[in-house]
T-cell receptor, first 111, second 113 residues
Framework: DSGVTQTPKHLITATGQRVTLRCSPR?????VYWYQQSLDQGLQFLIQ???????AKGNILERFSAQQFPDLHSELNLSSLELGDSALYFC??????????FGPGTRLTVL | DQQVKQNSPSLSVQEGRISILNCDYT??????FLWYKKYPAEGPTFLIS?????DKNEDGRFTVFLNKSAKHLSLHIVPSQPGDSAVYFC????????????FGKGTKLSVKP
């Protein structure tokens, strides 16, 4: 158990809908990262937050947004969903810029 | 263009033998490198890391070697055990204040009893 929790574990929704994925980092970790893993792909970095502020952006679509709250949990919002958004979404946390510890992931299926 | 490449999608090894997983990268500015192991339906689990200023790091059965001139790193698992069967991801940290990792596509290791 990495100490990073993600909910929900599975999410099935329809095209055009909006969903919210939630992540709680390990106790003491200030950085939260979001990654997307599509079929047969490595993990693609989406966005990083550090202590409530956006720190870095990767290949994140404009339809996607994220935030980190004062209690350091983070939410990833995905809107106007398309079939191609079906993937595993992982959250990771670290103390600062260091080894990242991953949550179990949320499997999103868009029908 | 992939900055971190794992050119072998799969590897099969006999229990007790050595497993060698390889990774190549293109950016000489990468700060440090990590290996993660992933079982189905679970998140990646951190295994071992190495700083760009070192050429070897060892932790139990796992050793990572870094060859900066060749922009190549490898993970050695000795001896391999059936429980090591998983997908192994190589990742690189670009350095600076941004901590995001750049991942390879992974190598699926199968350790046969």
């Amino acid at each position: 158990d990495s100490g990073v929790t993600q909910t929900p574990k599975h999410l099935i929704t329809a095209t055009g809908q909006r969903v919210t994925l939630r992540c709680s980092p390990r106790s003491g970790d200030l950085s939260v990262y979001w990654y997307q893993q599509s079929l047969d792909q490595g993990l693609q970095f989406l966005i990083q937050y550090y202590n409530g502020e956006e720190r870095a952006k990767g290949n994140i679509l404009e339809r996607f947004s994220a935030q980190q709250f004062p209690d350091l949990h983070s939410e990833l919002n995905l809107s106007s969903l398309e079939l191609g958004d079906s993937a595993l979404y992982f959250c990771a946390s670290s103390v600062g810029v260091g080894t990242q510890y991953f949550g179990p992931g949320t499997r999103l299926t868009v029908l | 263009d992939q900055q971190v490449k794992q050119n072998s999608p799969s590897l099969s090894v006999q229990e007790g033998r050595i497993s060698i997983l390889n990774c190549d990268y293109t950016n000489s500015m990468f700060d440090y490198f990590l290996w993660y192991k992933k079982y189905p339906a679970e998140g990646p689990t951190f295994l071992i890391s190495i700083s760009s200023i070192k050429d070897k790091n060892e932790d139990g059965r796992f050793t990572v070697f870094l060859n900066k001139s060749a922009k190549h790193l490898s993970l050695h698992i000795v001896p391999s055990q059936p429980g090591d069967s998983a997908v192994y991801f190589c990742a690189a940290n670009p350095g600076g204040s941004q901590g995001n990792l750049i991942f390879g596509k992974g190598t699926k290791l199968s350790v046969k009893p």
